[in-house]
């Protein structure tokens, strides 16, 4: 018996003080739904114009703050300290594979043209390789076929591929990290000595 009246002198000092607290009233929490659903409607529009027009403010602004991935791996800088990032992550294969595309690429010589394809695809590309890059196994029969009769566009699907990888994964990060910024502030520094 004593439990059943501490239950309920519980349950009366519960309900006065919930008498204190403030109840939104009914049309408060239509009006609160409506502007929400304002809001959103606001932000759909505004993001299907950003996206029709893709020179938004942002965009502007980080393109210029940022070197492309392009530009990055073309500095011997950036390109060093890219490759020392990729080390702390254990992924510099990528970008030593996409310098390798490049340097085959600017083969003259079609004598030299099997040999250097066949060394990248052992570096690189054979599936028990000690440097194995992340590529399909649809884009790995193509380069094993190709291997035949080696052209200068063997590996352009691999590249794109690889370089497809780092420019939505690694490079965002690198951006973000105390390699890059190091880099940018060294060259910031010796542009007004």
Request: proline share 4%; net charge positive.
């Amino acid at each position: 018996m004593p439990k059943l009246l501490f239950s309920k002198m519980r349950f009366y000092t519960i309900k006065d003080l919930m008498q204190n607290v403030k109840r939104p009233r009914r049309s408060d929490v239509i009006l609160n739904r409506n502007r929400r659903k304002m809001d959103i409607q606001c932000h759909m529009v505004q993001k299907t114009n950003d996206e029709t027009y893709p020179s938004n403010l942002s965009y502007q602004t980080d393109h210029k703050l940022y070197p492309t991935l392009e530009e990055l791996l073309r500095d011997k800088k950036y390109l060093a300290a890219f490759r020392s990032f990729l080390q702390s992550e254990f992924s510099e294969e990528n970008v030593d594979f996409w310098l390798s595309c490049e340097d085959f690429k600017s083969t003259a010589s079609m004598d030299d043209l099997g040999w250097k394809a066949e060394g990248i695809y052992q570096k690189f590309i054979q599936p028990t390789a000690c440097r194995e890059i992340n590529v399909d196994h649809h884009i790995r029969e193509k380069i094993k076929k190709t291997l035949e009769q080696p052209s200068l566009s063997c590996f352009d699907e691999a590249q794109k591929h690889v370089y497809l990888l780092m420019e939505r994964d690694s490079y965002p990060r690198f951006l973000h990290s105390d390699a890059y910024l190091s880099v940018k502030n060294k060259s910031r520094t010796l542009w007004y000595i």
